[in-house]
T-cell receptor, first 115, second 113 residues
Framework: GAVVSQHPSRVICKSGTSVKIECRSL??????MFWYRQFPKQSLMLMAT?????????EQGVEKDKFLINHASLTLSTLTVTSAHPEDSSFYIC???????????FGEGSWLTVV | TQLLEQSPQFLSIQEGENLTVYCNSS?????LQWYRQEPGEGPVLLVT?????EVKKLKRLTFQFGDARKDSSLHITAAQPGDTGLYLC?????????????FGPGTSLSVIP
């Protein structure tokens, strides 16, 4: 089946630094990728929808200057958390929609800890 | 604002019992997915329903999509401890002006041996 790879799976960074998370569709092209954030024991909260070659669409309350999303190709989207703070510590998950199909595949998720 | 509601949010049952989880919204979805998630891992897709009124079965799990494509249910027969996990429904909203997949709050299921 389709595979979405997310990297890194775990990252620890210092407060004030930036960290980039990559989301790759390994065996299919994804025109649309979604980025979610999940706090412990809570559901996935959609942060933004990323379309290849265009600007991401952010959900209300998500700071686009803080969470930079780039979808440069049909197989890669990146989320950069800029000037990270401890409250940004969370589980970040991406997903990708296969072209023309209804199925969405998820990455393994990335644990971000800001110290 | 598009919202998905799930009920119950928490469920603890004995092995062998049956249960139903509900997913409701005021929005019409292009499709709806059900996922199961283990702690620290990404969601694993169980099923996608697309057609209003559709019923899909996956071993002991039965999924139904409402006729109006606004709601769905997941029924588990003879629950087993291995069914323990967080069950999430996700609605696929695709319009000309936006494209998003939103999740319900989840149902945390615990099956006691």
């Amino acid at each position: 089946g389709a595979v979405v790879s997310q990297h890194p799976s775990r990252v620890i960074c210092k407060s004030g630094t930036s960290v980039k998370i990559e989301c790759r569709s390994l065996d299919f092209q994804a025109t649309t990728m979604f980025w979610y954030r999940q706090f412990p024991k809570q559901s996935l909260m959609l942060m933004a929808t990323s379309n290849e070659g265009s600007k991401a669409t952010y959900e209300q309350g998500v700071e686009k200057d803080k969470f930079l999303i780039n979808h440069a190709s049909l197989t890669l989207s990146t989320l950069t958390v800029t000037s990270a703070h401890p409250e940004d510590s969370s589980f970040y998950i991406c997903s990708a929609r296969t072209v023309g199909l209804n199925t969405i595949y998820f990455g393994e998720g990335s644990w971000l800890t800001v110290v | 604002t598009q919202l998905l509601e799930q009920s119950p949010q928490f469920l603890s049952i004995q092995e062998g019992e049956n249960l139903t989880v509900y997913c409701n919204s005021s929005s019409v979805f292009s499709s709806l997915q059900w996922y199961r998630q283990e702690p620290g891992e990404g969601p694993v897709l169980l099923v996608t329903v697309v057609t209003g009124g559709e019923v899909k079965k996956l071993k002991r799990l039965t999924f139904q999509f409402g006729d109006a494509r606004k709601d769905s249910s997941l029924h588990i027969t003879a629950a087993q401890p291995g069914d323990t996990g967080l069950y999430l429904c996700a609605g696929d909203l695709r319009k000309t002006s936006y494209d998003k997949v939103i999740f319900g709050p989840g149902t945390s299921l615990s099956v006691i041996p």
